[in-house]
């Protein structure tokens, strides 16, 4: 239950940056994953959080309790998003080419977007006690999921927006109609159709009939441990076929800001015999983790010092026992999950 905050409230209005503070402190952790979801990306996600801070500080005045405060700065991230989206400007249309000039064919474009990037898990601690509204369709650790993220960015602006406001958040249909400035009907248009983008894509990706909702996931298990184990101990060890055991038959690989797609394990053992385990390639990991799911830390020995340098984080879907598909990204991310950019070499 959201705490009484008149004094703090009016002590805002009156010019107090501190009560302001104290104010949206228990809800800019929530707003910052609020505007992940929308964006993708990180660091527009820090960049539309800080501006939807300051909107809320300039228009406080314009609080008039009609809502809860939680609520109305809801409100004003999801608009803020949704006119970052418009403006486009950050967003890369041509991805970079790939620094690896000898990889195989893809076998298709990938559904990732160029400006894709994990969300460490250390900054969802908080993230599962606040419960979602009793609208809401998808779990939170689903609702933060590598996957479900991807299958976000699918969506145009609007729809993205309400399946959020409606599906992960659970607010009901008239409250996100007035938080986007709307009619009920045309929220509920844009649910439709957004629902039925998001759910074909996760089941592509889990490999599960449409029909069928998609469990809940329990991170980080004892299975999920020993399925890493064996990841680090195949990559540390230049293993490609400890490597590929670990893969269902129909895993994807993808690669952003590259948008391609290596699916199957046929094409995902080329993959990785052209680039990761080229010959003379030696590698140590570090484990960590990103959208509630496992990842690792890749980093790469430097044949002219004692040292590994850091070469891409990999994030990790899993089904039981095998791994269903591997995200890499480029060392651009790391420093966000606490990950050095060299290691030293080990005895």
Same mark, same amino acid.
């Given at each position: ?8 409230i009016a ?14 402190q228990? #809800? ?11 964006? *993708?990306?990180?660091?527009?996600a820090?960049?539309a959080l800080q ?7 300039r ?10 405060l ?14 970052? /989206? ?6 890369p249309r ?13 076998t *298709?474009?990938?559904?990732a !977007? ?5 969300y ?5 601690? #908080?993230?599962?006690?606040?419960? !979602?509204? !009793?609208?809401?369709?998808?779990e939170? =650790? ?24 409606r ?7 008239a ?11 045309s ?6 159709r957004?629902?039925?983008? +998001?759910?074909n ?13 998609? !469990?809940a996931?329990?991170?980080d298990t004892?299975?999920e441990?020993r399925?890493?184990?064996?990841? =680090? ?6 293993? /490609? ?18 948008m391609?797609?290596?699916? *199957?394990?046929?094409t ?5 015999a ?15 983790r990103?959208n509630?799911?496992?990842?690792v830390?890749?980093?790469l020995?430097?044949?002219h010092?004692? +040292? ?6 990999? +994030?990790?879907?899993?089904a ?6 591997i ?5 651009? +991310?790391?420093?966000?999950f ?10």
């Amino acid at each position: 239950m959201e705490m009484d905050t008149t004094d703090l409230i009016a002590r805002a209005r009156a010019g107090d940056q501190n009560a302001f503070r104290d104010l949206v402190q228990e #809800h800019s952790h929530e707003l910052q994953v609020h505007c992940y979801r929308i964006l *993708g990306s990180l660091q527009d996600a820090e960049d539309a959080l800080q501006e939807t801070l300051v909107s809320a500080w300039r228009n406080l005045g314009d609080f008039g309790r009609r809502s809860s405060l939680r609520t109305w700065l809801y409100k004003i991230a999801t608009n803020r998003c949704l006119s970052m /989206l418009r403006a486009d400007s950050r967003r890369p249309r041509i991805a970079p080419p790939l620094p690896e000039a000898t990889l195989p064919e893809p076998t *298709g474009a990938g559904d990732a !977007p160029p400006w894709l990037e994990p969300y460490p898990d250390v900054l969802l601690d #908080h993230l599962v006690d606040r419960r !979602p509204g !009793p609208e809401a369709r998808y779990e939170t =650790t689903e609702a933060i999921s590598l996957a479900f993220i991807t299958a976000l960015q699918l969506l145009p602006p609007r729809q993205r927006a309400v399946l959020v406001l409606r599906d992960v958040l659970g607010y009901h249909a008239a409250e996100a109609a007035h938080m986007l400035d709307a009619t009920q009907e045309s929220v509920q248009s844009a649910l439709k159709r957004a629902r039925a983008t +998001v759910d074909n894509h996760l089941a592509d990706s889990s490999g599960t009939d449409t029909g069928n909702r998609r !469990p809940a996931r329990q991170p980080d298990t004892a299975a999920e441990h020993r399925l890493v184990a064996r990841l =680090t101990d195949a990559l540390e060890r230049a293993d /490609l076929d400890a490597l590929i055991e670990l893969l269902v038959s129909d895993v994807r690989l993808s690669m952003p800001p590259a948008m391609l797609e290596y699916r *199957g394990i046929e094409t995902a053992q080329r993959f990785f015999a052209a680039s990761t385990f080229r010959p003379g390639r030696t590698y140590r990991v570090v484990t960590t983790r990103a959208n509630g799911q496992p990842a690792v830390g890749l980093y790469l020995a430097d044949p002219h010092a004692s +040292v590994h340098r850091a070469y891409a984080l990999l +994030v990790i879907s899993t089904a039981g026992d095998r791994i269903t598909a591997i995200t890499g990204f480029n060392t651009s +991310v790391m420093t966000r999950f606490g990950l050095p950019r060299t290691l030293p070499e080990t005895d």
